[in-house]
DNA sequence: ACTTGACTTAGAGCGTACTCTAACACGCAT
DNA sequence: ATGCGTGTTAGAGTACGCTCTAAGTCAAGT
């Protein structure tokens, strides 16, 4: 298969329709097309850029970030470095933001074995 | 020093006086005195809680389960083991978003790496 | 011909976690 | 005694990212 409806889209993002439509809206997909009776359908590509939308979103880049990132694309080639250097701005954050939950990750862990050193003791 | 006012927790943990209010009315922080004037005046033991809660914010907890935890916690130590599962279940939550992070970042690693390649030849 | 189901739109509504406002109170320094 | 800084409250407002509603269109199946 080469082309998807919205409800495929759906399924095979997680996403749905309504945020797939949603996304568009807010330009982070662009140039959509449709069949006759108005509905649309995804290729590949579009596939492959929401693939790529989620995985900033999943690393809490914002809708407006990403937004900026899509316009600098639709500008042209010579963008390529500004585009760069948005993630690469943003791969530093996501790397501080790892640290951060393992260090919280670590408080959580010590609490735990305080419960469970308690509760070993006075069951 | 070992009581707080609550620019000095605002600054220590770095909340806003505004958040720790919040917190203490949805129940996240209990039993906070007041002096003669009816200002706040906070403990080591609440630093130590406001910097647990942080470390669980930092890791997506919702307020809501928070409030339950130190719900929990405030009826006795018979609660101890219903804490835990909380802390744990958690833990797993935490662990695999930590996953999920990881893999949406080696994909935006991906896409730099492309464009460095791209800026290399043609710059 | 009619129903069903999948789609369309503009725009309203929602959940979360703050964040701020307005009006007021207190204690200390000038 | 007056102003300033720091605090107090209830409740309103904000930002974000969806998420849903309502009314409609279209194509295919019975």
Same mark, same amino acid.
């Given at each position: 298969? /080469?082309?998807?409806?919205?409800?495929?889209?759906?399924?095979?993002?997680?996403?749905?329709?309504?945020?797939?439509?949603?996304?568009? *809206?807010?330009?982070? @997909?662009?140039? $959509?097309?449709?069949?006759?009776?108005?509905?649309?359908?995804?290729?590949? #590509?579009?596939?492959?850029?929401? +693939?790529?939308?989620?995985?900033?979103?999943?690393?809490?880049? /914002? %809708?407006?970030?990403?937004?900026?990132? %899509?316009?600098?694309?639709?500008?042209?080639?010579?963008?390529?470095?500004?585009?760069?250097? %948005? =993630?690469?701005?943003?791969?530093? @954050?996501?790397? *501080?933001?790892?640290? #951060? $939950?393992? /260090? /919280? =990750? +670590?408080? %959580?862990?010590? +609490?735990?074995?305080?419960?469970?050193?308690?509760?070993?003791?006075?069951?």
């Amino acid at each position: 298969m /080469s082309v998807y409806k919205v409800a495929n889209m759906a399924d095979i993002t997680g996403l749905t329709p309504h945020t797939l439509r949603y996304y568009e *809206k807010e330009l982070l @997909l662009l140039d $959509v097309p449709r069949d006759s009776s108005g509905h649309r359908y995804y290729s590949e #590509d579009h596939l492959a850029a929401v +693939k790529f939308i989620s995985a900033l979103r999943a690393t809490n880049m /914002s %809708i407006g970030t990403i937004k900026e990132y %899509i316009s600098l694309y639709r500008q042209g080639s010579n963008t390529s470095p500004a585009r760069m250097s %948005i =993630l690469k701005d943003h791969e530093h @954050l996501v790397m *501080k933001h790892l640290e #951060d $939950v393992k /260090s /919280s =990750l +670590k408080m %959580i862990r010590k +609490k735990i074995q305080r419960y469970e050193a308690s509760l070993r003791v006075m069951p």
